[in-house]
Protein backbone atom coordinates (compact mmCIF):
# COMPACT_ATOMS: atom_id res chain seq x y z
CA UNK A 1 0.00 0.00 0.00
CA UNK A 2 1.43 3.21 -1.24
CA UNK A 3 2.80 5.49 1.76
CA UNK A 4 0.57 8.87 2.70
CA UNK A 5 2.96 11.35 1.95
CA UNK A 6 2.82 14.97 3.69
CA UNK A 7 2.54 17.80 1.15
CA UNK A 8 5.10 20.76 2.58
CA UNK A 9 2.92 23.71 1.01
CA UNK A 10 5.85 26.32 -0.06
CA UNK A 11 4.86 28.75 2.59
CA UNK A 12 8.45 30.00 4.19
CA UNK A 13 8.71 30.24 7.66
CA UNK A 14 5.45 29.69 9.49
CA UNK A 15 6.07 28.91 13.21
CA UNK A 16 9.88 29.39 12.19
CA UNK A 17 12.13 31.32 15.12
CA UNK A 18 13.22 34.41 12.67
CA UNK A 19 11.44 38.06 12.90
CA UNK A 20 12.01 41.15 10.90
CA UNK A 21 12.55 40.01 6.43
CA UNK A 22 14.15 37.22 7.60
CA UNK A 23 10.50 35.57 7.73
CA UNK A 24 11.57 32.24 9.19
CA UNK A 25 14.96 31.92 8.42
CA UNK A 26 17.67 32.28 11.49
CA UNK A 27 21.02 33.98 11.78
CA UNK A 28 22.87 33.11 14.26
CA UNK A 29 26.46 32.55 15.88
CA UNK A 30 27.73 30.61 19.04
CA UNK A 31 25.18 30.55 21.71
CA UNK A 32 22.28 31.70 19.34
CA UNK A 33 23.21 35.42 19.64
CA UNK A 34 23.72 37.30 16.69
CA UNK A 35 27.60 37.56 15.22
CA UNK A 36 29.06 39.52 12.95
CA UNK A 37 29.33 38.08 9.06
CA UNK A 38 33.03 37.35 9.79
CA UNK A 39 32.67 35.32 12.79
CA UNK A 40 30.25 32.64 9.68
CA UNK A 41 26.56 31.71 10.62
CA UNK A 42 23.87 29.37 9.41
CA UNK A 43 20.96 30.34 7.85
CA UNK A 44 18.31 27.73 7.92
CA UNK A 45 15.09 28.21 5.98
CA UNK A 46 12.02 25.70 6.06
CA UNK A 47 8.97 25.20 3.65
CA UNK A 48 5.86 25.24 5.87
CA UNK A 49 3.28 24.60 7.48
CA UNK A 50 3.40 20.85 6.35
CA UNK A 51 0.31 19.00 6.42
CA UNK A 52 -1.05 15.79 5.51
CA UNK A 53 -4.46 14.08 5.72
CA UNK A 54 -4.03 9.61 5.55
CA UNK A 55 -6.22 7.11 7.12
CA UNK A 56 -5.36 4.39 9.66
CA UNK A 57 -4.50 1.82 7.14
CA UNK A 58 -1.65 3.67 5.45
CA UNK A 59 2.05 4.03 7.23
CA UNK A 60 2.28 7.99 7.32
CA UNK A 61 5.17 9.93 6.07
CA UNK A 62 5.76 13.76 6.75
CA UNK A 63 7.95 15.18 4.44
CA UNK A 64 10.23 18.45 5.71
CA UNK A 65 12.61 20.60 3.58
CA UNK A 66 13.84 23.59 2.82
CA UNK A 67 17.12 25.27 2.47
CA UNK A 68 20.10 26.01 4.36
CA UNK A 69 23.21 29.10 3.71
CA UNK A 70 26.52 28.90 5.47
CA UNK A 71 27.91 32.26 5.27
CA UNK A 72 31.72 33.13 6.16
CA UNK A 73 32.26 29.74 8.01
CA UNK A 74 36.04 29.26 9.07
CA UNK A 75 38.20 26.73 6.66
CA UNK A 76 37.12 22.80 7.70
CA UNK A 77 34.10 24.10 9.60
CA UNK A 78 30.91 21.65 8.96
CA UNK A 79 27.41 22.06 9.52
CA UNK A 80 25.38 19.13 10.87
CA UNK A 81 21.36 19.46 10.97
CA UNK A 82 19.38 18.06 13.64
CA UNK A 83 15.94 17.63 13.33
CA UNK A 84 13.29 17.33 16.18
CA UNK A 85 9.26 16.84 17.00
CA UNK A 86 7.85 19.34 19.53
CA UNK A 87 4.64 16.36 20.24
CA UNK A 88 6.97 13.31 19.85
CA UNK A 89 4.80 12.04 16.75
CA UNK A 90 7.20 11.02 14.44
CA UNK A 91 10.36 9.09 14.24
CA UNK A 92 13.68 11.74 13.93
CA UNK A 93 16.50 10.87 12.20
CA UNK A 94 20.34 11.05 13.26
CA UNK A 95 21.85 13.87 13.04
CA UNK A 96 23.66 14.40 9.81
CA UNK A 97 25.53 16.80 7.99
CA UNK A 98 23.86 19.36 5.54
CA UNK A 99 23.41 17.93 2.76
CA UNK A 100 25.69 19.54 -0.90
CA UNK A 101 24.01 22.37 -2.68
CA UNK A 102 21.98 23.85 0.04
CA UNK A 103 18.82 22.07 0.74
CA UNK A 104 17.50 19.48 2.86
CA UNK A 105 15.13 16.62 2.63
CA UNK A 106 13.73 14.79 5.85
CA UNK A 107 11.07 11.76 5.34
CA UNK A 108 10.20 11.39 8.66
CA UNK A 109 7.88 8.05 9.79
CA UNK A 110 5.05 8.02 12.05
CA UNK A 111 5.78 6.13 15.25
CA UNK A 112 2.94 3.65 15.67
CA UNK A 113 -0.64 3.95 14.31
CA UNK A 114 -2.08 6.76 16.12
CA UNK A 115 -5.95 6.41 16.75
CA UNK A 116 -8.14 9.03 14.36
CA UNK A 117 -7.87 12.00 15.04
CA UNK A 118 -5.86 15.40 14.89
CA UNK A 119 -2.73 16.03 15.45
CA UNK A 120 -0.47 19.19 15.54
CA UNK A 121 2.95 20.52 16.58
CA UNK A 122 6.13 21.31 15.43
CA UNK A 123 9.30 20.24 13.70
CA UNK A 124 13.07 22.02 15.06
CA UNK A 125 15.71 22.26 13.02
CA UNK A 126 19.09 23.09 14.39
CA UNK A 127 22.27 24.12 12.57
CA UNK A 128 25.00 22.03 14.63
CA UNK A 129 29.22 22.34 14.52
CA UNK A 130 29.44 18.48 15.35
CA UNK A 131 27.51 15.18 14.66
CA UNK A 132 26.91 15.14 18.80
CA UNK A 133 25.19 18.95 18.10
CA UNK A 134 27.51 19.44 20.99
CA UNK A 135 27.81 23.05 20.13
CA UNK A 136 25.47 24.59 17.25
CA UNK A 137 25.24 27.69 14.70
CA UNK A 138 22.22 28.97 16.72
CA UNK A 139 19.16 28.59 17.71
CA UNK A 140 16.81 25.92 16.19
CA UNK A 141 13.79 27.27 13.58
CA UNK A 142 10.55 25.81 14.07
CA UNK A 143 8.19 24.91 11.36
CA UNK A 144 4.23 24.05 11.94
CA UNK A 145 2.92 20.68 11.36
CA UNK A 146 -0.83 19.04 11.20
CA UNK A 147 -1.72 15.85 10.59
CA UNK A 148 -5.40 14.64 10.44
CA UNK A 149 -5.93 11.02 10.40
CA UNK A 150 -9.11 9.74 8.86
CA UNK A 151 -10.78 6.78 10.93
CA UNK A 152 -12.80 3.44 9.84
CA UNK A 153 -16.20 5.02 11.51
CA UNK A 154 -17.30 3.88 14.55
CA UNK A 155 -19.27 0.59 16.05
CA UNK A 156 -22.76 2.35 16.22
CA UNK A 157 -25.37 -0.38 17.22
CA UNK A 158 -26.13 -3.76 16.44
CA UNK A 159 -23.46 -5.27 13.98
CA UNK A 160 -21.35 -2.04 14.02
CA UNK A 161 -23.41 0.35 11.81
CA UNK A 162 -26.82 0.96 9.30
CA UNK A 163 -25.30 -2.23 7.42
CA UNK A 164 -25.35 -4.51 10.27
CA UNK A 165 -22.33 -6.46 8.22
CA UNK A 166 -20.36 -6.69 11.91
CA UNK A 167 -17.22 -5.84 9.28
CA UNK A 168 -14.61 -3.21 9.33
CA UNK A 169 -12.77 -1.85 6.37
CA UNK A 170 -9.46 -2.47 7.80
CA UNK A 171 -6.64 -5.10 7.88
CA UNK A 172 -5.81 -6.71 11.72
CA UNK A 173 -2.84 -8.87 12.51
CA UNK A 174 -3.89 -10.33 15.84
CA UNK A 175 -0.67 -11.52 16.88
CA UNK A 176 0.01 -8.13 17.37
CA UNK A 177 -2.81 -6.84 20.32
CA UNK A 178 -1.45 -5.93 23.48
CA UNK A 179 -4.25 -5.10 26.16
CA UNK A 180 -4.34 -1.35 26.68
CA UNK A 181 -6.30 -1.43 29.67
CA UNK A 182 -9.00 -3.17 31.49
CA UNK A 183 -12.06 -2.37 33.33
CA UNK A 184 -14.97 -3.97 35.79
CA UNK A 185 -18.15 -2.72 36.52
CA UNK A 186 -18.76 -1.93 39.59
CA UNK A 187 -20.88 -4.04 41.62
CA UNK A 188 -23.62 -2.41 44.31
CA UNK A 189 -23.79 -3.75 47.57
CA UNK A 190 -25.60 -6.94 48.16
CA UNK A 191 -25.87 -7.52 44.38
CA UNK A 192 -25.13 -10.81 43.04
CA UNK A 193 -23.00 -9.45 40.20
CA UNK A 194 -22.34 -6.88 37.78
CA UNK A 195 -22.93 -6.86 34.55
CA UNK A 196 -22.00 -4.46 31.03
CA UNK A 197 -24.78 -5.05 27.74
CA UNK A 198 -23.36 -4.60 24.47
CA UNK A 199 -21.41 -1.42 23.80
CA UNK A 200 -20.46 1.38 21.09
CA UNK A 201 -18.18 3.60 20.39
CA UNK A 202 -17.82 7.20 19.45
CA UNK A 203 -14.75 8.97 18.40
CA UNK A 204 -12.69 8.50 21.34
CA UNK A 205 -15.10 6.65 23.57
CA UNK A 206 -16.03 3.51 24.88
CA UNK A 207 -19.72 3.62 25.31
CA UNK A 208 -21.20 0.96 27.75
CA UNK A 209 -24.45 0.51 29.90
CA UNK A 210 -23.39 -1.40 33.16
CA UNK A 211 -25.54 -2.21 36.40
CA UNK A 212 -26.02 -4.46 39.17
CA UNK A 213 -28.48 -7.54 39.44
CA UNK A 214 -29.91 -8.29 42.79
CA UNK A 215 -30.81 -11.67 44.68
CA UNK A 216 -34.50 -11.22 43.18
CA UNK A 217 -33.46 -10.68 39.74
CA UNK A 218 -34.02 -6.95 39.76
CA UNK A 219 -31.54 -4.28 38.31
CA UNK A 220 -30.21 -1.56 40.57
CA UNK A 221 -27.19 1.08 39.61
CA UNK A 222 -27.98 1.25 36.19
CA UNK A 223 -25.84 3.89 34.47
CA UNK A 224 -24.04 4.76 30.78
CA UNK A 225 -20.77 5.23 31.13
CA UNK A 226 -18.31 6.71 28.61
CA UNK A 227 -14.52 5.44 28.85
CA UNK A 228 -11.21 7.10 27.35
CA UNK A 229 -10.61 4.87 24.07
CA UNK A 230 -6.51 5.04 25.13
CA UNK A 231 -6.78 5.11 28.78
CA UNK A 232 -9.86 3.69 29.82
CA UNK A 233 -10.30 6.44 32.52
CA UNK A 234 -14.31 7.41 33.24
CA UNK A 235 -15.23 10.64 31.29
CA UNK A 236 -18.83 10.48 32.04
CA UNK A 237 -21.56 8.81 33.97
CA UNK A 238 -25.20 8.82 33.38
CA UNK A 239 -27.85 7.52 36.02
CA UNK A 240 -30.52 5.90 35.26
CA UNK A 241 -33.83 5.37 37.54
CA UNK A 242 -33.95 1.89 38.62
CA UNK A 243 -37.69 2.14 37.44
CA UNK A 244 -36.28 2.14 34.00
CA UNK A 245 -35.36 -0.71 31.53
CA UNK A 246 -32.84 0.46 29.15
CA UNK A 247 -31.04 -1.36 25.89
CA UNK A 248 -27.47 -1.05 24.95
CA UNK A 249 -26.44 2.26 23.54
CA UNK A 250 -25.60 3.37 20.41
CA UNK A 251 -24.06 6.24 18.30
CA UNK A 252 -23.83 8.35 15.74
CA UNK A 253 -19.69 8.32 15.82
CA UNK A 254 -20.25 11.66 18.02
CA UNK A 255 -23.25 11.22 20.43
CA UNK A 256 -24.40 8.87 22.01
CA UNK A 257 -27.95 7.07 22.37
CA UNK A 258 -29.80 5.35 25.28
CA UNK A 259 -33.18 4.31 24.52
CA UNK A 260 -35.08 3.84 27.76
CA UNK A 261 -38.77 1.73 28.20
CA UNK A 262 -41.28 2.26 30.23
CA UNK A 263 -41.16 6.37 30.54
CA UNK A 264 -42.06 9.34 28.14
CA UNK A 265 -38.46 9.55 26.74
CA UNK A 266 -37.70 6.57 24.34
CA UNK A 267 -34.34 8.07 23.43
CA UNK A 268 -31.67 10.69 24.59
CA UNK A 269 -28.56 11.68 23.03
CA UNK A 270 -25.33 12.14 25.30
CA UNK A 271 -22.15 14.35 23.90
CA UNK A 272 -18.90 13.04 24.97
CA UNK A 273 -19.18 14.82 28.57
CA UNK A 274 -22.35 13.29 29.84
CA UNK A 275 -24.88 16.10 28.44
CA UNK A 276 -27.94 15.76 27.09
CA UNK A 277 -27.91 16.54 23.13
CA UNK A 278 -31.56 16.19 22.59
CA UNK A 279 -34.66 13.87 24.11
CA UNK A 280 -37.12 12.31 21.85
CA UNK A 281 -40.30 12.10 23.71
CA UNK A 282 -42.13 8.68 23.12
CA UNK A 283 -44.22 6.71 25.73
CA UNK A 284 -43.54 3.54 25.86
CA UNK A 285 -44.60 0.19 27.17
CA UNK A 286 -41.76 -1.30 29.61
CA UNK A 287 -41.75 -4.45 26.89
CA UNK A 288 -41.30 -2.48 23.91
CA UNK A 289 -39.61 -3.98 21.27
CA UNK A 290 -36.62 -2.16 19.91
CA UNK A 291 -32.86 -1.36 19.94
CA UNK A 292 -30.29 0.86 19.46
CA UNK A 293 -31.12 3.06 16.74
CA UNK A 294 -29.18 2.71 13.15
CA UNK A 295 -27.34 5.80 11.76
CA UNK A 296 -26.60 6.56 8.26
CA UNK A 297 -25.87 10.42 6.75
CA UNK A 298 -26.98 12.47 9.89
CA UNK A 299 -30.23 10.74 10.14
CA UNK A 300 -31.26 7.82 12.85
CA UNK A 301 -33.71 5.16 11.87
CA UNK A 302 -35.76 2.95 15.29
CA UNK A 303 -38.50 1.16 16.06
CA UNK A 304 -40.91 3.52 17.92
CA UNK A 305 -44.53 3.73 19.24
CA UNK A 306 -46.05 2.39 22.43
CA UNK A 307 -44.65 -0.92 21.88
CA UNK A 308 -42.34 -0.60 19.22
CA UNK A 309 -44.91 -0.54 16.67
CA UNK A 310 -43.86 1.95 14.31
CA UNK A 311 -40.67 2.85 12.63
CA UNK A 312 -39.23 6.17 12.87
CA UNK A 313 -36.64 9.07 11.41
CA UNK A 314 -35.10 11.59 13.13
CA UNK A 315 -32.60 13.90 12.67
CA UNK A 316 -29.07 12.61 14.47
CA UNK A 317 -28.15 15.86 15.88
CA UNK A 318 -31.04 17.38 17.40
CA UNK A 319 -33.66 14.43 17.60
CA UNK A 320 -36.51 16.07 15.24
CA UNK A 321 -38.79 13.58 14.13
CA UNK A 322 -38.74 13.48 10.12
CA UNK A 323 -41.49 10.98 9.98
CA UNK A 324 -42.91 8.04 11.27
CA UNK A 325 -44.59 5.04 10.03
CA UNK A 326 -46.89 1.53 11.29
CA UNK A 327 -44.48 -1.39 11.37
CA UNK A 328 -45.26 -5.12 10.42
CA UNK A 329 -44.64 -7.81 13.09
CA UNK A 330 -42.69 -6.83 16.13
CA UNK A 331 -39.08 -8.07 16.79
CA UNK A 332 -36.33 -6.77 19.18
CA UNK A 333 -34.41 -5.11 16.62
CA UNK A 334 -32.91 -2.27 14.66
CA UNK A 335 -33.53 -1.20 10.73
CA UNK A 336 -31.10 -1.64 7.95
CA UNK A 337 -30.63 1.07 5.65
CA UNK A 338 -28.92 1.89 2.70
CA UNK A 339 -28.47 4.72 0.15
CA UNK A 340 -32.06 4.20 -1.11
CA UNK A 341 -34.16 2.34 1.53
CA UNK A 342 -34.93 1.11 5.02
CA UNK A 343 -35.07 -2.39 5.21
CA UNK A 344 -36.03 -5.21 8.12
CA UNK A 345 -37.34 -8.28 8.87
CA UNK A 346 -41.00 -9.31 9.92
CA UNK A 347 -42.56 -12.65 11.09
CA UNK A 348 -46.15 -12.71 10.81
CA UNK A 349 -49.49 -14.93 9.05
CA UNK A 350 -47.50 -18.13 8.95
CA UNK A 351 -44.33 -16.75 6.81
CA UNK A 352 -41.11 -14.28 7.05
CA UNK A 353 -40.98 -11.14 4.94
CA UNK A 354 -38.18 -8.41 4.43
CA UNK A 355 -39.95 -5.31 4.45
CA UNK A 356 -38.87 -2.20 2.26
CA UNK A 357 -39.57 1.64 2.73
CA UNK A 358 -38.28 4.57 1.54
CA UNK A 359 -35.80 6.27 2.81
CA UNK A 360 -36.74 9.62 2.78
CA UNK A 361 -40.43 9.04 3.42
CA UNK A 362 -41.53 6.41 5.03
CA UNK A 363 -43.56 5.17 2.09
CA UNK A 364 -43.72 1.07 2.20
CA UNK A 365 -42.45 0.20 -1.12
CA UNK A 366 -42.44 -3.76 -0.60
CA UNK A 367 -42.51 -6.53 1.04
CA UNK A 368 -40.07 -9.45 0.13
CA UNK A 369 -41.36 -12.79 0.89
CA UNK A 370 -39.40 -15.62 2.64
CA UNK A 371 -40.32 -19.14 1.70
CA UNK A 372 -37.55 -20.82 4.25
CA UNK A 373 -39.52 -19.08 7.10
CA UNK A 374 -42.70 -20.29 9.10
CA UNK A 375 -43.22 -16.91 10.28
CA UNK A 376 -41.67 -17.96 14.01
CA UNK A 377 -41.15 -14.81 15.86
CA UNK A 378 -36.85 -15.03 16.33
CA UNK A 379 -35.81 -14.51 20.24
CA UNK A 380 -32.83 -12.17 20.89
CA UNK A 381 -31.93 -9.49 18.68
CA UNK A 382 -32.08 -9.70 15.33
CA UNK A 383 -30.90 -7.45 12.24
CA UNK A 384 -31.01 -7.91 8.56
CA UNK A 385 -27.36 -6.99 6.80
CA UNK A 386 -26.19 -5.52 3.70
CA UNK A 387 -24.93 -7.62 0.93
CA UNK A 388 -21.62 -6.75 -1.27
CA UNK A 389 -23.77 -7.33 -4.39
CA UNK A 390 -27.46 -5.19 -4.07
CA UNK A 391 -28.38 -7.80 -1.58
CA UNK A 392 -29.67 -8.62 1.87
CA UNK A 393 -28.85 -11.60 4.18
CA UNK A 394 -31.56 -12.07 6.89
CA UNK A 395 -31.89 -15.17 9.48
CA UNK A 396 -34.75 -17.34 8.05
CA UNK A 397 -37.09 -18.70 10.85
CA UNK A 398 -38.55 -22.17 10.52
CA UNK A 399 -39.28 -23.23 14.53
CA UNK A 400 -36.86 -21.72 17.40
CA UNK A 401 -33.82 -23.98 17.10
CA UNK A 402 -33.59 -24.38 13.14
CA UNK A 403 -32.42 -20.89 11.16
CA UNK A 404 -30.81 -20.73 7.94
CA UNK A 405 -29.36 -17.51 6.57
CA UNK A 406 -31.33 -16.47 3.20
CA UNK A 407 -30.17 -13.90 0.44
CA UNK A 408 -32.93 -11.11 -1.04
CA UNK A 409 -31.79 -9.56 -4.39
CA UNK A 410 -33.40 -5.96 -3.49
CA UNK A 411 -33.53 -4.55 -7.20
CA UNK A 412 -35.78 -7.88 -7.99
CA UNK A 413 -37.15 -7.55 -4.75
CA UNK A 414 -37.03 -11.69 -4.42
CA UNK A 415 -35.69 -14.19 -2.62
CA UNK A 416 -32.28 -16.10 -4.02
CA UNK A 417 -31.04 -18.91 -1.86
CA UNK A 418 -31.26 -20.37 2.08
CA UNK A 419 -28.07 -22.37 3.27
CA UNK A 420 -28.37 -25.81 4.22
CA UNK A 421 -27.12 -25.53 7.69
CA UNK A 422 -28.69 -23.74 10.60
CA UNK A 423 -26.72 -20.86 11.95
CA UNK A 424 -26.20 -19.15 14.94
CA UNK A 425 -27.91 -15.56 16.05
CA UNK A 426 -24.59 -13.51 15.01
CA UNK A 427 -22.70 -13.99 11.48
CA UNK A 428 -20.96 -11.14 9.52
CA UNK A 429 -20.39 -10.18 5.58
CA UNK A 430 -17.10 -9.05 3.93
CA UNK A 431 -16.09 -8.92 0.74
CA UNK A 432 -18.53 -11.16 -0.94
CA UNK A 433 -18.22 -13.82 2.31
CA UNK A 434 -20.19 -14.26 4.91
CA UNK A 435 -18.85 -15.94 8.02
CA UNK A 436 -21.39 -18.01 10.42
CA UNK A 437 -21.27 -21.00 13.01
CA UNK A 438 -22.97 -23.89 12.67
CA UNK A 439 -26.05 -23.98 15.24
CA UNK A 440 -25.11 -27.79 15.18
CA UNK A 441 -24.38 -29.66 18.40
CA UNK A 442 -20.73 -31.11 18.73
CA UNK A 443 -17.49 -28.66 18.07
CA UNK A 444 -18.25 -24.84 16.73
CA UNK A 445 -17.34 -24.45 13.17
CA UNK A 446 -16.89 -21.74 11.44
CA UNK A 447 -18.17 -21.90 7.66
CA UNK A 448 -17.39 -18.89 5.07
CA UNK A 449 -20.14 -19.11 2.77
CA UNK A 450 -20.28 -17.80 -0.74
CA UNK A 451 -22.63 -14.85 -1.06
CA UNK A 452 -23.70 -15.83 -4.72
CA UNK A 453 -25.64 -19.15 -4.05
CA UNK A 454 -24.84 -19.89 -0.03
CA UNK A 455 -22.52 -22.76 -0.56
CA UNK A 456 -19.85 -23.27 1.74
CA UNK A 457 -16.37 -22.00 0.42
CA UNK A 458 -14.35 -23.44 2.92
CA UNK A 459 -14.83 -24.49 6.83
CA UNK A 460 -12.81 -24.12 10.01
CA UNK A 461 -13.48 -26.35 13.12
CA UNK A 462 -12.71 -25.17 16.96
CA UNK A 463 -9.87 -28.05 18.08
CA UNK A 464 -12.12 -30.55 19.97
CA UNK A 465 -9.38 -30.69 22.71
CA UNK A 466 -10.58 -27.10 23.49
CA UNK A 467 -14.04 -28.94 25.00
CA UNK A 468 -16.12 -25.72 23.16
CA UNK A 469 -19.39 -26.90 22.59
CA UNK A 470 -21.48 -23.34 22.10
CA UNK A 471 -20.83 -20.09 20.67
CA UNK A 472 -20.73 -16.92 23.12
CA UNK A 473 -20.83 -13.52 21.50
CA UNK A 474 -20.94 -11.84 18.10
CA UNK A 475 -18.55 -12.53 14.93
CA UNK A 476 -16.36 -9.74 13.61
CA UNK A 477 -14.84 -9.52 10.17
CA UNK A 478 -12.59 -7.89 9.18
CA UNK A 479 -10.41 -7.68 5.65
CA UNK A 480 -7.79 -10.58 6.78
CA UNK A 481 -9.60 -12.18 10.27
CA UNK A 482 -12.85 -12.92 11.67
CA UNK A 483 -12.91 -12.76 15.39
CA UNK A 484 -15.57 -14.91 17.71
CA UNK A 485 -16.18 -16.16 20.62
CA UNK A 486 -17.20 -19.68 21.78
CA UNK A 487 -17.39 -21.40 25.05
CA UNK A 488 -18.11 -24.96 26.90
CA UNK A 489 -20.78 -26.74 27.99
CA UNK A 490 -22.12 -24.37 31.64
CA UNK A 491 -19.93 -21.84 30.70
CA UNK A 492 -16.53 -23.15 32.58
CA UNK A 493 -14.01 -22.26 29.63
CA UNK A 494 -14.21 -20.24 26.95
CA UNK A 495 -12.14 -18.39 24.45
CA UNK A 496 -11.64 -15.78 21.95
CA UNK A 497 -10.89 -16.74 18.32
CA UNK A 498 -9.23 -15.09 15.26
CA UNK A 499 -8.99 -17.37 11.83
CA UNK A 500 -6.97 -15.59 9.02
CA UNK A 501 -9.57 -15.82 6.35
CA UNK A 502 -6.41 -15.83 3.49
CA UNK A 503 -4.64 -18.56 5.05
CA UNK A 504 -7.78 -20.17 6.12
CA UNK A 505 -6.38 -21.66 10.27
CA UNK A 506 -6.43 -20.06 13.33
CA UNK A 507 -4.09 -16.94 14.00
CA UNK A 508 -4.40 -16.23 17.69
CA UNK A 509 -6.62 -17.24 20.87
CA UNK A 510 -7.55 -15.29 24.35
CA UNK A 511 -9.68 -16.74 27.38
CA UNK A 512 -12.96 -15.26 27.88
CA UNK A 513 -15.24 -14.97 25.52
CA UNK A 514 -17.81 -12.68 25.21
CA UNK A 515 -18.99 -9.46 22.57
CA UNK A 516 -16.55 -8.06 20.19
CA UNK A 517 -16.49 -4.70 18.82
CA UNK A 518 -13.59 -2.37 16.72
CA UNK A 519 -13.63 1.32 17.40
CA UNK A 520 -12.75 3.76 14.54
CA UNK A 521 -9.06 3.47 15.91
CA UNK A 522 -9.34 -0.20 15.75
CA UNK A 523 -9.34 -0.68 19.26
CA UNK A 524 -10.62 -4.14 19.70
CA UNK A 525 -13.05 -4.18 22.72
CA UNK A 526 -13.50 -7.61 24.09
CA UNK A 527 -16.44 -7.97 26.73
CA UNK A 528 -16.08 -10.97 29.45
CA UNK A 529 -17.00 -12.01 32.93
CA UNK A 530 -16.23 -14.50 34.89
CA UNK A 531 -16.57 -18.62 34.06
CA UNK A 532 -20.26 -19.40 34.11
CA UNK A 533 -21.77 -15.60 34.08
CA UNK A 534 -22.69 -12.72 32.15
CA UNK A 535 -20.33 -10.02 30.79
CA UNK A 536 -18.97 -7.55 33.46
CA UNK A 537 -15.33 -6.94 31.86
CA UNK A 538 -14.32 -4.68 29.12
CA UNK A 539 -10.52 -5.60 27.78
CA UNK A 540 -9.20 -3.09 25.27
CA UNK A 541 -6.54 -4.23 23.04
CA UNK A 542 -4.24 -2.13 20.41
CA UNK A 543 -2.08 -3.86 17.77
CA UNK A 544 1.66 -2.96 18.66
Known sequence: ???AIFIAMSLAGCGGGGGGDDS???????????????????TITPKGPVTGVGDLDQPYTAVLEGTWKATNLASGSAVYLK???TSDVFQMPAVQPAPAGGTFRFELAQKSNAPAGRYTGQFEITPCRDAACAQTWGAPVRVDYQLDVAGLGEWETLGRDASHASSVATRIDPTRLQQAWEWTAPQAASAVESWVARPATTGGSLVVLAGSTMGDGSQRGTSLLQLNETTGALRSTVTIDDN?????????????????????????????????????????????????????????YFFGGFNGGEVHAADAN????????????????????????????ASSGGFGTIEMLDRRTGAHVASIIDPSSDGTRPLGSNAV?????????????????????????????????????????????????IYAIRAVSGTPTLDA???????????????????????????????????????S???????????????RKLAWRVPDAGYIVISGSRTVYLMSGPAGGIMNRVRAMRMQ
Do not use: C, K
Request: aromatic residues 12%.
Open 1 to 3: MLA
Open 244 to 300: IQTAAPGSNGRLAYLTRFGSDELLTAYDGAGNVAFRYMQPTDPLALTLAPSHRDGVI
Open 83 to 85: VAD
Open 489 to 503: AGGATSWVWAVDTEQ
Open 24 to 42: GSALYGPGGSTTPATQGSV
Open 449 to 487: IDETNGQVLWSWAVPVTDGQSGTFGNIVATQNTVFFGTQ
Open 318 to 345: TGARLWATPRVGLESATPTVDANYVYYH
Open 385 to 433: ALGSRGNLISRSFRGLTATRLSSFNIADRQWEWTTSFPYSQFFAVSGGV
